[in-house]
């Protein structure tokens, strides 16, 4: 029975072969990041406050000008065809069902307009602007016709992270396995049938047209995510030139970033180390959390992700400044366990452990969490 986020992580490994796992799970060079934004997040502790009336127990918030179910909303993952067919139109229905947003990324192998256009939930779309700035271009342009209201623009790659399970599985773009990866595959024929049918997954929205022929180095740029390493703070005016609605900057860390994101016009950051993929040196996200928010000092919301795992862990990172998570491998657990049932697990479990979580610490609304549920150490 799949009660949790590593129950589904169990099942995700059961049913994909090796290589996929390990592009799903696996983090930057000896995943030094990976293991800190759990082990950080797990040495938060809530002090409970007690006799509060919370017999009901609203955990609703509005960010954006939108009301959301929970403060969660599911992040930008790329390359989700290969862990399911349609996978980023499964996930995005399941976050509508759940009263959640969900952003699609610039790596989805789902074309953009059958995201925006069926109409149901919040979407966002999130932008890697490679070296060819027209394709950011056209992307924009795409994502506004079709209905996407937030952009987040993610900053923290000018070059992908030294992912070296990805390099032992040989796995990049044009694919060539080995003779051990075909066996592997062999012996996951659930996964394997859904491929057979589906075709391999190509990152379907490069191209204006959906006929458009990208070459196998842009996909395999993007893959890596190569990224423009020109892209300034002075391009932001480029982005909102491009861009009416609100804009989103993910993957900071720095201070200091944080009041550029202000200065720059940004109406909110995503406080991101990539899920331990990019920098293996950086800091865990709940960690360097409190510095970033005080720096925006409540002039934009602060959303954060990497490494939450329980809905506590959501609860912690509201007392500690934040105004909502994001959250990543634990929907693709989800998608690659049980599909879009598996997403829709996920997002209820979370919403029953964050409203669980409000009831034990005294916090019937959202606007009760705050840092004097933190312990503080002596």
Known sequence: MLVNVEDHRRGARRRLPRFVFDYLDGGADDESCLRRNRADMEGVALAPTCLRDV???DSSVTLFGRRWRVPVAVAPTGFNGLLRPEGDRLVARAAAAAGVPFCLSSASNVRLERIGGDGRGERWFQLYVMTD?????????????AGFTALVVTVDVPMGGNRERDRRNGFR??????????????RH?????????????????????????????????????????????????????????????KGLLHPEDAVRAVHAGADGIIVSNHGGRQLDAAPSTISILPAMAAAIAGRLPVLVDSGFRRGSDVVKALALGASGVLLGRPILYGLAAGGERGVRTVLETFVTEIETTM????????????????????
């Open 189 to 249: 024929p659930g996964w394997l049938a859904g491929m057979a049918r589906s075709g391999a997954p190509r990152f379907a929205n490069l191209g204006r047209d959906e006929d458009t022929r990208q070459s196998p180095a842009l996909q395999a740029a993007l893959l890596s995510r190569a990224m423009d390493r020109r892209l300034a703070w002075e391009d932001m005016a480029w982005l909102r030139a491009r861009w009416p609605g609100p804009i989103v900057i």
């Open 133 to 145: 700035r027209s394709i950011a271009e056209q992307m924009l342009e795409r994502a506004q016709a």
């Open 55 to 57: 017999s009901d127990i």
């Open 359 to 378: 009831t034990l610490i005294g916090a019937a609304t959202i606007g009760d969490i705050g840092p004097h549920h933190l312990v503080r150490p002596s």
């Open 173 to 186: 773009l044009p694919f060539r396995p080995s003779l051990a990866t075909l066996l592997d595959i062999c």
